[in-house]
């Protein structure tokens, strides 16, 4: 089988290839990204090694790079990864996240349509079902919970989520769409909060925590995101939305100090800042529909992702210092200087 993966050159989808690689050598990968400021190549260095591997530079807004693609490879399974993913971007600039998120789906979903492709499988967020209060732990997002964004990032991915399910009603395109809560993990960029946090930690800088510190996220290690993705694209339902995640609700102070604690770093590091607009309070996931259908249970606590995801950024000082060095200290002055 040959499947097509955008944005593969981010922190989830570079992470799925490796699953993919590992777990189904006998596949073809083609990885497609606009190596954004989100992406990095270095993080497919092991990748670009293998045989049944290969990346293309391509915006998958890009309609004739898109169609060439699809008629050299024909895949018989499209991953959609690619997308403008973080908040604080949205609020400064929600242009792009509407044309990659929403008009980057459609062209991918039309180029499926045209060369008939098996499965249209969207990597979405349980953003999208907006947020649930602090004093009511008893509530959870189903699959049924109605679609409510918050910020410009969410509602593009609620409108791609829409758009999916209008291709397989109106057009019978194969779909299933995965809804997962926050992801951490080796890779990922170090503008979100547990890398950020680590790599701030590590060099004695103050880390800048949003309001009270008490919104909780609902964290699942980023290899039990790729098992999910992983059944639901192969034996998941046709036209079916599954919520992903494994019921690791944190405040985002208790991911901070947990992070200061295994790094021995005093917590007096912890400086509050000025709330982001729209700040939701707390996302948590029920994922009783993919355990019930699928059998997928994540298989990693907490404790232990956290420690492994420190050991990484410890153990790859030159991935994440070299972003650093580069764009990403004016985006950080920008963000945080009068906050
Ligand atoms: P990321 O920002 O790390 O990576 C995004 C990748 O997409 C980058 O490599 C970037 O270069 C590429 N890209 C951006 N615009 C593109 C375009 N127009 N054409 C081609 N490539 C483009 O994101 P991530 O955290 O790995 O998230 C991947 C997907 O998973 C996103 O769709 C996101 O909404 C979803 N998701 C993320 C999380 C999370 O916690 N990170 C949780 C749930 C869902
Ligand atoms: P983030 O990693 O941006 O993911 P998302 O907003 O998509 O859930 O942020 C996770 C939580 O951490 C969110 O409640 C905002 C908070 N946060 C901070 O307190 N400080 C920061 O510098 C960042 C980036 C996030």
């Known amino acids: 089988m040959t499947i097509l993966v955008t944005g593969g050159a981010g922190f989830i989808g570079a992470n799925f290839l490796y699953w993919e690689l590992r777990e189904h050598p006998e596949d073809r ?18 990748a670009m090694k293998a045989e049944n591997f290969r990346f293309v530079k391509a915006d998958i807004c890009d309609r004739k790079a898109i169609f060439d693609l699809f008629e050299e490879e024909k895949p018989d399974i499209v991953v959609n990864f690619a997308a403008e993913t973080h908040v604080d971007r949205s609020v400064e600039n929600p242009g792009v996240f509407l044309q990659t998120n929403i008009l980057g789906t459609q062209t991918l979903m039309d ?43 969410s509602a593009s991915k609620a409108g791609a989520d829409l758009l999916v399910m209008a291709y397989a009603r109106t057009f019978g395109l194969p779909v299933s769409i995965t809804r997962c809560s926050n992801n951490y993990g080796p890779y990922q960029f170090p503008e979100k909060l547990i890398p950020l946090m680590i790599s701030r930690a590590m060099s004695d800088q103050p880390l800048p925590v949003y309001g009270t510190g008490e919104n909780v996220r609902d964290w699942l290690y980023v290899d039990d995101h790729c ?6 694209m192969r034996k998941g339902r046709e036209g079916e939305v599954y919520n992903v995640g494994g019921h690791n609700e944190r405040t985002n102070l208790e991911v901070v100090k947990t992070i200061l604690r ?8 912890i400086t509050f800042v000025k709330d982001r607009p729209g700040h939701d309070r707390r996302y948590a996931i029920d994922p009783e529909k993919i355990h019930r259908e699928l059998g ?19 153990d790859n000082k030159g991935w994440w210092e070299e972003i650093l060095a580069g764009d990403y200290q004016q985006y950080y002055q920008r963000m945080y200087g009068n906050r």
Do not use: M
């Open 262 to 269: 295994a790094l021995d770093k005093p917590e007096s590091l």
């Open 227 to 232: 098992a999910a993705i992983d059944l639901v």
């Open 111 to 153: 180029a499926c349509r045209r060369y008939g492709t098996k499965r249209f499988h969207q990597v979405a967020t349980d953003e999208v079902y907006g947020d649930l209060p602090l004093d009511r732990p008893d509530l959870f997002f189903t699959e049924e919970t109605p679609i409510h964004a918050s910020s410009p990032y």
């Open 29 to 46: 990968l083609v990885c497609v990204d606009a190596l954004t400021y989100a992406g990095n190549l270095r993080s497919l260095e092991k």
């Open 296 to 314: 997928w249970l994540p298989q990693t606590a907490f404790d232990q992702g956290i420690q492994a995801t420190i050991r990484w950024y410890l």
